[in-house]
């Protein structure tokens, strides 16, 4: 049984605005990742469900940037990244996540921290307590 919590996030000035429901049950687990966009937006992402994520603003006033995978969603008058959305068929199909960095009501930082290597594709590896290396030494180094 899961104890469904709605939290609320927002961008900087308010434009974006989101709500979301997280298992309260179980300890909160968002993920880092050493690909170039999520390093350059010092993002910690929390995945889930579509339905979980309930966009509560006007979405056609968002900034949106994505790749075949995913759509990330920008204000576009203070530039904060809120929320995605996509399908991978490696994460079980459609996702949205968020940027925990963007709820209003809940500190990042008691939220633990998995890590993934995503700049070297290493996705096989899975999640780990400590971050992957960004650059990776030379083999002739």
Known sequence: MTNKKTHHG???CGLVKFEVDIDASK???ATMCNCRICQKLGMRSLSGKPDQLRV???ESKHTAYGNPYGTRYFCPTCGV???GRGHLEELGGD??????NALDDLDPNLV????????????HAGLRATPW?????????
């Open 10 to 12: 927002s961008c900087h």
């Open 27 to 29: 300890p909160l687990q």
């Open 56 to 58: 509560v603003s006007d």
């Open 81 to 83: 990244y809120c929320y």
């Open 95 to 100: 996702f949205m996540t968020i940027n925990i």
């Open 112 to 123: 633990e921290i998995g890590h993934f290597d995503g700049r070297h594709d290493n996705w």
């Open 133 to 141: 290396p960004v650059f990776r030494e030379s083999a002739t180094a």
